[in-house]
């Protein structure tokens, strides 16, 4: 039931948050989602981007709280967004915001922090938070993180 509902979710969030409509998950055990060509706001020097979204081994009851970028995406003005921990993707419990389970293959990618407040989920992904909800949220800090 989870992976279906990891796989309905990614479906209805590439819909909605992906420019060419396209979105890839882990099938095997539902740890991540990758959002293909995310638009970006004015102000990146990308217009789009990837979004990956590591989800929690017990999504939906608990929301994500990373998503991660490409490496190099930066402000138009060549600096980096705030919140975005350029680097820190790595298996190290001591390093600062470090995705302790970031798979291997994180790498290309840098992580930024979502703070979810409030999070409940229904039974009916569109009538509860959902990965349409994280989407959301990334989709204004992006906006935010612009200065």
């Known amino acids: 039931m989870r992976l279906q509902r990891i796989a309905y979710e990614a479906a209805l969030a590439a819909v909605r948050y992906s420019a060419s409509k396209s ?5 095997e055990s539902g740890s991540w989602v990758v959002i293909k060509d995310f638009p970006l706001p004015p102000g990146y020097n990308y217009t789009h981007t990837d979004v990956l979204i590591l989800l929690p081994p017990n999504y939906p009851q608990t929301p994500p709280d990373w998503f991660y970028v490409d490496d190099n995406l930066r402000l138009a003005n060549g600096s980096k967004p705030s919140h975005v921990f ?5 298996h190290d419990p001591n390093r600062a915001h470090a995705q302790a389970d970031a798979p291997p293959q994180m790498k290309g990618w840098t992580g930024c922090c979502l703070h979810i407040r ?3 989920p229904a039974a009916n992904p569109t009538e509860g938070h959902s990965l349409l909800s994280v989407c959301e949220l990334i989709r204004g800090a992006l906006a935010r993180w612009r200065g």
């Open 23 to 27: 979105a890839d998950y882990d099938d």
């Open 86 to 90: 350029y680097g820190q993707t790595s």
């Open 118 to 120: 409030s999070w409940k």
